[in-house]
């Protein structure tokens, strides 16, 4: 039956936690399907990463290495990735979602004329096929999908699929040499603006704390937001109304057209609770919501919620965490 | 030059979304639809660099029933050229939306493609990256901020990625997909939707762009996401810590 590809990402060398995820599904999807399941990694100096695979019940870790491949570009990526479906059999080619892979799996799926499923929740298995669960509408719409084809591009919500456990085995590393022919060069990249480091990921934290439109400017979302989520050892994210304003970076977005989240503890400060915003934290385990606004919309999926100002609640909230 | 600007029909973001009973599909009657956010933002970008520029050929482009004239209809009121609209009742993935926009890039050989990055019905998120490779051209995915550098050969990109902002320079033509930052599309003016009037729209069946786009995805049935349920109100910020503390026990 169909072997799996599963793409890992990672960020300079540093294994992303939701490839473990991608790894999870791998591991759940071949069981039921009698195949087995490779990992690949694409980058520069990648020997401590590939290392870092080895325990994951792969039939391989493939590593693609080159000096050429350590920015992240779509072009050369789903170049590799390309060539190396080509040489292997494989049925899926699976990544967890992230703007990453987003950029560079569709790609690689439209190269060897393959059909793809963006943030896949489930899987299951009917006689002769896999049937699908996937997202659509903001998070309004749960569909059950099909995908015709020998070949399938698919990335999975991490929350959805249980990561994959260690073991004592470790799977044998394999060098890729890089395809034949000439090499992409259809961009050049110019590096990424620095991220303000000591804070988690909100995609990757236990705890994230989000503002919205209730946060007046940048300093005040660094008092209150921020230090609420440093109180919770946490990460910070935010509605789409602060990006817009400027006062927080996209990257910070969350929601239908920014990033998704599951983590145990979901704060929303200030936050009014629209479908968009709802689509990005709905499978957090505990939602917590301040908001003046008795009827504000949040209030109806939040399991605790108080209603205050969040220029009082917030730090008095910090401060009592902090004791 | 010349900008391709592909545009979706679909359900307002401003709508609720309600499903068929027996699940087949979302309720459509008396739902509004619009232009997907992200490709009024895509024509945007295309407008504000006709202005910055000088004149460009811009066209727009819809690919579904003659409903989606009306989002042709808007991109012409907003300032495109030109529109276009690829007729069929087919229901179709992005591989297969993504050939038939390869069809038409030949047809019109424009400098490049600006489009949304993601159409906030199927929220896929592919079209763009699918078309690329099909077409053997760059990518510039997610972007914020666009400038056209070299003589206009080259596009500099700000792109959003969860680590924060790259910036990637791309060999024209190429495909450039739109993300909420770049701008904010203008609103249709009065003017605007009588001069559209005098612009021309063609018509084109699918079957005569001579490209076989069947889609692979098949929706079997649409359900509402297991929804979550209130919880309970808390008085103060103490009975809060003390919920989390001893009943969710997540800190
Ligand atoms: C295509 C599209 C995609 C979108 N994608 C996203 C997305 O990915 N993520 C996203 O978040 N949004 C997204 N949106 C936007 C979304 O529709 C909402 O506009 C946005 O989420 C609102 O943000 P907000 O809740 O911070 O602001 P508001 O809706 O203005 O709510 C602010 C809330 O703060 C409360 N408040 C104000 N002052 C205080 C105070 N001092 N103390 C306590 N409470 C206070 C108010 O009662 C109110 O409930 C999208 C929209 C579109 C059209
Ligand atoms: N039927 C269509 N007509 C015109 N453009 C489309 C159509 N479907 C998708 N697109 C374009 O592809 C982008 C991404 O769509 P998707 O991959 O479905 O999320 C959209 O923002 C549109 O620019």
Redesign the interface.
């Given at each position: 039956m169909a072997n799996i590809l599963v793409i890992a990402e990672h960020?300079a060398g540093q294994l992303k936690l939701a490839t473990l995820s991608a790894l999870g599904f791998a591991a759940q999807t071949a069981a039921t399907t009698h195949g087995v399941y490779d990992v690949l990694v694409i980058g520069a100096q990648m020997g401590t990463t590939a290392e870092s695979l080895r325990a994951y019940g792969a039939r391989q870790v493939l590593v693609a290495d080159a000096a050429p491949l350590q920015s992240?570009?779509?072009?050369r990526h789903?170049w590799v990735i390309e060539a190396v479906v080509k040489q292997r059999d494989y049925g899926i080619v699976v990544a967890a979602a992230?703007?990453?892979t987003?950029?560079?799996?569709?790609?690689?799926?439209?190269?060897l004329?393959?059909?793809?499923?963006?943030?896949v929740v489930g899987v299951s298995r009917t006689d002769d096929d896999l049937?699908f669960k996937r997202?659509?509408?903001?998070?309004?719409?749960?569909?059950?999908?099909?995908?015709?084809?020998d070949l399938k591009f698919l990335t999975i919500r991490a929350a959805a699929f249980a990561p994959v456990v260690a073991g004592t085995t470790l799977s044998p590393v394999e060098q890729i040499p890089l395809p034949a022919g000439p090499m992409p060069d259809?961009?050049?990249?110019?590096?990424?603006?620095?991220?303000v480091a000591g804070r988690p990921?909100a995609?990757e934290a236990r705890?994230v704390v989000s503002g919205g439109r209730a946060i007046k400017n940048a300093e005040d979302f660094e008092r209150l937001v921020g230090g609420l989520a440093d109180a919770?050892g946490g990460a910070v994210g935010s509605s789409?109304a602060l990006?817009?304003s400027g006062i927080t970076?996209?990257?910070l977005q969350i929601g239908?057209?920014g990033?998704i989240v599951a983590p145990?503890?979901y704060l929303a400060v200030g936050i009014s609770g629209a479908?968009?915003h709802l689509a990005g934290i709905?499978d957090s385990?505990?939602?917590?919501a301040i908001n003046k606004d008795a009827d504000a919309p949040i209030?109806?999926?939040?399991?605790?919620?108080?209603?205050?100002d969040v220029y009082t609640?917030v730090p008095?909230?910090t401060a009592?965490?902090k004791q | 030059m010349k900008i391709l600007v592909p545009l979706k029909r679909v359900p307002d973001p401003d709508t609720k979304i309600r499903l068929k009973p027996d699940g087949t599909g979302v309720e459509t009657d008396g739902v509004k639809f619009s232009v997907n956010p992200f490709d009024a933002i895509a024509l945007e970008e295309a407008l504000r660099l006709e202005e910055k520029l000088g004149e460009m050929d811009i066209v727009v482009v819809s690919i579904g029933g003659e409903a989606s004239i009306e989002q042709l209809r808007v991109g012409l009121a907003m300032g495109a050229q030109r529109a276009l609209l690829i007729k069929t009742g087919a229901a179709l993935d992005s591989l297969a939306v993504a050939k038939i926009l390869a069809a038409v890039y030949q047809r019109e050989q424009p400098d490049f493609v600006l489009m949304g990055k993601q159409a906030i019905d199927d929220d896929a998120n592919q079209t763009g990256q699918m078309l690329a490779a099909l077409l053997g051209i760059g990518q510039a995915t997610f972007v914020s901020r666009l400038e056209l550098v070299e003589q206009r050969t080259r596009a500099r990109c700000a792109r959003e990625t969860d680590a924060g902002l790259e910036s990637i320079t791309v060999k024209l033509p190429a495909i450039i997909t739109a993300d909420l930052r770049l701008n904010e599309p203008r609103y249709v003016s009065l003017p605007g939707i009588m001069k559209a009037k005098k612009k021309p729209l063609e018509e084109l069946e699918l079957e005569a762009l001579g490209v076989a786009a069947v889609a692979r995805t098949t929706v079997l049935h649409y359900e509402a996401p297991p929804s979550r349920q209130a919880g309970v109100r808390v008085p103060t910020v103490e009975a809060l810590v003390d919920k989390l503390k001893n009943e969710a026990k997540v800190i």
């Open positions: 960020d992240p570009l779509a072009d789903a992230s703007t990453f987003k950029d560079i799996l569709p790609r690689a799926a439209a190269l004329d393959a059909g793809m499923l963006s943030d049937v997202v659509m509408y903001a998070g309004n719409v749960l569909a059950t999908v099909t995908l015709a084809g259809l961009a050049e990249y110019g590096g990424r603006e620095a991220k990921d995609t705890v919770l789409r990006v817009d970076p996209n990257s239908q057209t990033k145990d503890l479908i968009q709905k385990k505990v939602i917590v209030f109806e999926i939040a399991d605790y919620g108080l209603v205050a609640a008095e909230l009592q965490l | -």
